[in-house]
């Protein structure tokens, strides 16, 4: 008995054709599977067929496509499946146990199955699954047969290694997608033309402008300078050649600069472009790679702010000291007792300057650091008032203090010393911002709930665009009299932290040369913590 039935053999070049058209026209591999299974069974005469695969990474065989039975029987040919029943060099089955197994499957099938042709899927020299057709009658195949059948496995081998490939492809796809959305650095590509392909998450926030409205759009539409940006910008480099040579990691460019935001704000950004070159070196994207720098920028601000504040506000008292301290040594003068006095007294007060100074930056950045950690016991506010003041009064003559707190002012939970330093402070500053003197006054007032402190001068005031600033680190209005005034920039801070650190709330209004009032709200009870 023939294996191939004559008028297949006619046919078997049809089949071949609509194998190959659907491998090409479609990637649905179950579909491409189904018709290489269904010509194998229908050149072979069969009754059953299904295609098997090796799923590596599960280290088994599965069922990747049935004909001529239900998808709800496929576990019943299982046993044949089997790794122990096929020798692993040559793929052969021990015969007699294949044919008893088969027997079971026959019989739990009610389908007179009496042979099985196998054939092997191979994958260069991979065998990667395995196409069994199952007959109701026994023949053998002629060389020629064979080669047509094995055109089959082959054409279903090449069909799942490209399943394989593009399913690789999506995936990979898919990982770079969701790595570009999460990046916290802005992303876009773009191409040889600079139009935006990709514009991801991140680079919709820094820019303010949406993926949807920059994709296909031309970088220079979106991405537009405040003002001359540092380094090169990426039209003015590709101008003048870039990127050139194949070394596409010395071919990155860096820009710094000031965004212009659809909403008419700016950000100041950093943007690495990077060339993406096919193998003749011809350009095909350009990846731009968009940081934020504003906290950057921020913070190399604030560390020559503090280096300059620093250094300024060591200098003079050590100054004093040693002036005087170098003074009162010399061996040729006779100081008269007054004038000791007066020249130590100088030299105490600028050591306590130092003193406050050095505690002040060591608290703000243990507040940094680790945050504030508050001795709780009853505090009287009207009493550290009342201790700020008669210490204020020593060092100045031009103004009067005036602390009007309401009657049966209640005691707070809180951290007495802490607090001593915010009334100082305010106090210390209502003084200082007010250098022709007026009146200083202390209010308290409260409710069921909160006290409130309000310490208000008559001095310089300040413009309303300063009032939330002035709270920041090391922070210091840019005027004459501030810069002539001695400070650091960190009392507000220090306070804001303090109050804040108790459950309360500070703030200030003001107004230009009509003085400040500082203010801040304290819990009259301890939240539970
Ligand atoms: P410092 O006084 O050491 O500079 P602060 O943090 O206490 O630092 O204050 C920050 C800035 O706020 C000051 O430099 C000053 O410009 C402004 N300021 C503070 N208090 C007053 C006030 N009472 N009136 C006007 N300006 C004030």
Redesign the pocket.
Known sequence: MVLLLPDFRVRQRDYLLEITRAMTAQLDVGEVLRLILRASVAMLAGEVGLIALHDPRAARTRVRAVYGVGAEHVSVFEPLLAPEIIDPETHAFDPAEFDRRLRSVAQALDLPLRQAVALPMYLGHEAIGMIYVFRTFTGTASPNDQRVLQSFADQAAIAVHNARLYAEVVREQKRLASILDHSADGVMILDAQRRIETFNKAMSSISGWLPDQAIGQPYDAIVTWASRPDGTDLAEAMQSGWPQGRDEQAASLYVEGDLMRPDGTRIGVGITYAPLTDADGRLINIIANVRDVTHFREAQEMKSTFISVVSH?LKTPVALIKGYAGTLRREDANWDRRVVQQSLAVIEEEADRLTDLIE?LLAASKLQAEGMRLKYEDVSLLALAQASVTRMKTQTDKHRFVIKFAPDFPVIPGDSLRLRQVLD??V???V???PNGGEVRLEGTYDDDTVRVA?S?Q????PQD?LGR??ER??????A??RR???????????RAVVEAHGGTIG?T?KPKQ??T?YFTLPRHQAYQ
Do not use: C, H, M, P
């Open positions: 506000e002040n402070n305010l210390g500053n209502a200082k911002y007010s310490v001068d001095g310089v005031g300040l300063e002035i709270f090391f922070y210091r209005v840019d005027d009299l501030t005034t001695q400070g650091t920039g960190l009392g507000l801070y220090l306070s200030v003001s003085g400040s500082f």
